[in-house]
């Protein structure tokens, strides 16, 4: 089998926090950067909790599979800030919080195979992105057309029975590639290394439907609306190829120098694509994007494209 025709089978570092109770959507609502009220349309959504001002402390892809249960799938690193967070405003809420990371083994599966893998396995045919199906106690959710995400419950007594067929019919892979593919996919993550670092705008989440400037008020919403309608956003998420020194990946937060070695960027997320060769996202100055560098490696970023345009000024509105 070619590289081209692998399809792969990824566990995902990831964590899960769960909001349950009748005011979930309710509470939820005015915490995020999203629209909660799209989830019960079986749609999933990236989204972000900021504070008072603007900055991220958690980015999550939402699922809604109950009515008065919402999952947030976030970085297994920032689940206890995250279930803190959120912990602050849910008091007055018929609605709580738990960490339910052990309950599901959370994999990717990514390749050309992929779809033709769920229908097998699950028995299911997902025609939408972002679009989301139950099969048993199992959530699978469609990221695009060759990549899926497989939430495979612990209780189900066919989960080994599943994880074992999945096995049979893919290639084994690592958190790196799926970084990678979120990488080529222009989605960035907040890390604890970047907790607090970044307004959503600053990782593209208005481009990915991260951000709906229509929903109302949620905890640094005036600061985020102010950057898209006053036209104030001067920076934006690249993509960049670079040469690794030493093997070693940039971690999120690295800073990004220009030729006069002045910071102009921090790095989001970075994954070697071979041997030789990353790729990385960073939010950088919109004019400083083309001549600029990884802190002590003097070889010169690349810019790659993006699945999406990056705007320009007048067009942020």
Known sequence: MSEKQTTYLIPLE???IEIKGPDSAKFLQGQVSCDVRELA????????QCNIKGRMLLCFRAIQPENERIILRVHAGLVANGLASLGKYIVFSKAKLADISQEYRCVGIAGTQSAEIIKNIFALELTQNDGWEVAGENLI??????????????????????WNQLSTQTTPADQNLWNLLNIQAGIGDITPETYEAFTPQAINFQLVNGINFRKGCYTGQE??????YRGTLKRHMYRFE??????????PGSELKNAEGKTVG?????????????ELLASVADDERVAIYLTNNPQKLSLLGLPYAIPTPNEDN
Do not use: M, S
């Open 141 to 162: 959710i469609r990221i695009a057309e060759d990549r899926y995400e497989c939430w495979l419950a612990q209780n189900d007594k066919r989960t080994d029975a599943i």
């Open 223 to 228: 600061i985020v609306a102010r950057l898209h």
């Open 14 to 16: 990831q964590g899960l």
């Open 266 to 278: 921090e790095v989001i997320l970075a994954a070697y694509r071979d041997n030789q060769t990353g």
């Open 242 to 251: 670079f040469v690794p020194i030493d093997q070693a990946l940039p971690i």
């Open 41 to 48: 349309d079986k749609t999933t959504r990236l989204g972000a």
